[in-house]
């Protein structure tokens, strides 16, 4: 057994060497991988992608979530935390403008794309800790720079990192260090929300979260990928407690925003044939992996729900493909895509919200959480 995998781990360290050259920094990951100790396994992902960020995958192991938690509840979370005055810590009736107007600002200066980048940040910080912050960070005390953002699903793709920034600081300008990095993620996915569905999505945000301190590279394998099974995409989301139900309707964010085409030229062949010579062309081949395409084709900077009239032959990923291969979430794709939009969109506010309160962090813990000072990295 032991002999076997780290033969396997042989293999993937010469093969990382080979990949990436012999640089010193690479390959000293490359021979901690070794120990044994700090492998993820990631489902999902397509190789190249976990070989660029160098974490160990132990590849053909089963998923085993680190954690498995229970429905989130968000207690502890409350609605207009910062406005209320008896919460004398945290009073700051200015919060959840400033951070509209930084997402505001943000969207008019970048575009609707950065409020997509907004709204899967959120998610991928739920996913890895909880709602804490920990995605936003560039180094920790344990992890040094290998934090979250370095890991596969995240490097070289999120994005809105410094409308967070920006947000921070007009609330300090507001009230002081006083609103955390987690509650003003939440109400910047929020916002992005409200702003890129034409006010059709919008809702209050539970707010109250403290920031955590840590944030680990290889913590990102909870977060499901592209080539993800329905199976695989079931049992992620229901390690965070939430539903297929939940799943299939946040996966609807996959209505606005960019991908990459490594993500998705392995599947053409399964695409409308029209479409899926664009998206060849877009890609060169297989020639421009990290080329960059709109990921709805018909209302690329809308958060509708023409997504779910996307799938299955106008949607770039096998885990948006797999939405409609069994008849419980095919069930969902067909509600949800018909004309009677205000169902999907309440459904999307109320599974952002149920996002938004997993493994919250609503106490007051000395080195284990904080209000964050700037938000990429921890108080000292
Ligand atoms: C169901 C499992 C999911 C998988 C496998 C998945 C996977 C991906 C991948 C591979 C990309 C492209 C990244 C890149 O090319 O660099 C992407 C983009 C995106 N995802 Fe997901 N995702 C999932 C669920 C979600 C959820 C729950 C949300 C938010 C509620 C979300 C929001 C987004 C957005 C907005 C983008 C575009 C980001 C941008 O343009 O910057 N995704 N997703
Ligand atoms: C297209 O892909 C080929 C490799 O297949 C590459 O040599 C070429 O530079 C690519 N073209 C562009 C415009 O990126
Ligand atoms: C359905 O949506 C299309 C496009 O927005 C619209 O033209 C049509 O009138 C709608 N049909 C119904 C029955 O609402």
């Not at 960019?258 to 998206?279: E, I, P």
């Not at 060849?280 to 690329?300: F, K, L």
């Not at 729900?305 to 996307?310: G, H, P, T």
Request: proline share 5%; net charge neutral; hydrophobic share 40%.
């Amino acid at each position: 057994m032991a002999a076997a995998a780290a033969k396997k781990l042989g293999i993937l360290v010469a093969l990382l060497a080979l990949l990436v050259g012999p640089s010193a920094g690479l390959l000293g990951i490359g021979i901690s991988i070794g120990s044994g100790t700090d492998c993820t396994v990631f489902v999902g992902w397509p190789l190249p992608v976990i070989l660029r960020s160098l974490i160990c995958g132990l590849l053909g192991q089963p998923y085993t979530p680190p954690i498995w938690r229970d429905e989130p509840t968000g207690a502890g979370l409350s609605v207009g935390y910062y406005n209320n005055p008896r919460n004398t810590d945290a009073y700051c009736p200015g919060a959840e403008t400033a951070v509209r107007n930084a997402v505001e600002k943000a969207i008019y200066q970048q575009g609707r794309g950065i409020g997509a980048g907004l709204i899967r940040l959120f998610f991928h910080d739920a996913f890895v800790r909880g709602c804490d912050a920990s995605v936003l960070l560039r180094t920790t005390a344990l992890a040094g720079t290998n934090t979250e953002m370095e890991g596969p699903p995240n490097k070289d793709s999120l994005r809105g990192f410094d409308v967070i920034d920006a947000a921070k600081e007009a609330t300090k300008a507001a009230c002081g260090n006083r609103v955390s990095c987690a509650d003003i993620l939440a109400f910047a996915a929020r916002d992005a929300s409200d702003i890129l569905s034409g006010g059709n999505i919008r809702y209050p945000v539970p707010a109250g979260r403290y920031d955590g301190r840590e944030s680990f590279a290889k913590e990102t394998g909870q977060l499901p990928g592209p080539d993800s099974s329905l199976q695989e995409l079931q049992m992620m989301f229901a390690a965070q407690g939430l539903s297929t139900a939940d799943m299939v309707t946040l996966s609807g964010a996959h209505s606005i925003g960019q991908a990459r085409c490594l993500f998705f030229t392995g599947r053409l062949a399964a695409m409308d044939s029209d479409y899926a010579r664009r998206l060849n062309t877009a890609c060169n081949g297989t020639g421009s992996p990290n080329n960059r395409v709109d990921q709805d084709p018909v209302s690329a900077t809308v958060l509708d729900n023409q997504y779910y009239k996307n799938i299955d032959k106008f949607v770039l990923f096998g885990s948006d493909a797999v939405l409609v291969s069994s008849p419980e979430t095919k069930q969902q794709v067909d509600v949800n895509k018909a004309n009677l939009t205000s169902r999907w969109e309440s459904d999307f506010a109320a599974a952002m919200v149920k996002m938004g309160n997993i493994g919250v962090k609503t106490a007051l813990v000395p080195s284990e959480t904080e209000i964050r000072e700037v938000c990429w990295r921890v108080n000292a």
